[in-house]
């Protein structure tokens, strides 16, 4: 997804689009993904003064309901980036670094088919983090 296609998500939904979800918009759309709240708080400050860290966090909570950002646990904090207009946007996250690397979802195709069989369960696997040790921190030690 890209700025304008959550901009026309917020007015299909009848959002207001208020300087702060533009800006907090913006800010997601244009990082490098996988963003920390700090990181978008400081960015918003710095474009808005008046910006305050629970008009993020309120905005980054409607983005997500709204399906305009993926939320993903790193370590011991959430971070964003915008959603994947083709769909699932999975994650390995490394327990060591924090690094997020993303999981082509195909690897989850028989794993939901296995669960489907065995267990007769359907897994929301749409945004979808394991942890582990990546190969870096890995070979490291």
Known sequence: MDHEQAVAV????????????????SIVADGAGHMGVDEIFQSA????????????YRTLHLFRNLGVVTEVAIGDRLHYELTDPLGGHHHMVCRVCDGAFNLSPHYLEEFRNTLS??????????????SGVCAGCRDSN
């Open 45 to 56: 400050k710095t474009a808005y003064p008046y910006m305050d860290v629970a008009t993020v």
């Open 117 to 130: 069989q065995e267990f007769g369960f359907e897994p929301d696997l749409e945004h979808f983090a394991i």
């Open 10 to 25: 917020l007015r299909d939904k009848g959002y207001r689009l208020t300087p702060q979800r533009l800006i907090v918009l």
